[in-house]
Structure formats: structure tokens, C-alpha cells
């Protein structure tokens, strides 16, 4: 199986702060695959971790990568993908 990617501009005007974070670390975890994200050149972290994810720092208009590499992973990034180009800070 190859790796699956996806790169995405953050949606949220706050970027991945608390909230946000939370949802898609949550959202990462139930997936039940391994999924990473990092932010331009920086080192992929565990996108189930929301302290993994809150260090990365992100903020509104970022781009980030997500990849896994699974069966699932086109479903579960393209979930992962509209969690982070919506904006929950409205």
C-alpha cells in the first residue's frame, strides 16, 4: 500500500488552537489508522495527539500535509481534510 497525502490550507481564523485541534486529533484518533501531520518542511507528527498537533503551531492560511498509509486512508483524509478547512472559530 502506498502512502497517501494531502496537503491543505487551514480554514479556522484562529488556526489549530484548542478547539480545533481537539476535534481533529479526536477525529484522527477514531479513525483507527495511523495519520501524521506537519507543517511546511517540519517533522511529521502523530495527528491523534493533540499536543503533537497544538506544538506545531498552526495558524489560519498555513498549509499543512497530512499522510497515512492504509486501506481507509483516502476516507479518513478526506474527512481529516474538511475538518481542517472549516472554520470553528464562527
Not at 489508522?33 to 507528527?45: C, E, L, Q, R
Not at 498552526?58 to 472554520?87: K, M, P, Q
Amino acid at each position: 500500500m502506498a502512502e497517501v497525502t494531502r496537503t491543505v490550507r487551514v480554514g479556522s481564523s484562529h488556526g489549530l488552537h484548542a478547539r480545533p485541534a481537539k476535534l481533529f486529533a479526536q477525529a484522527a484518533k477514531e479513525s483507527g489508522i495511523a495519520v501524521t501531520i506537519s507543517k511546511g518542511s517540519g517533522a511529521p507528527v502523530n495527528a491523534a495527539s493533540i499536543l503533537g498537533v497544538i506544538a506545531l503551531g498552526i495558524e489560519y492560511g498555513d498549509y499543512v500535509t497530512l499522510a497515512a498509509d492504509d486501506d481507509r486512508a483516502n476516507d479518513v483524509l478526506d474527512e481529516l481534510t474538511e475538518l481542517l478547512t472549516t472554520d470553528h472559530d464562527q
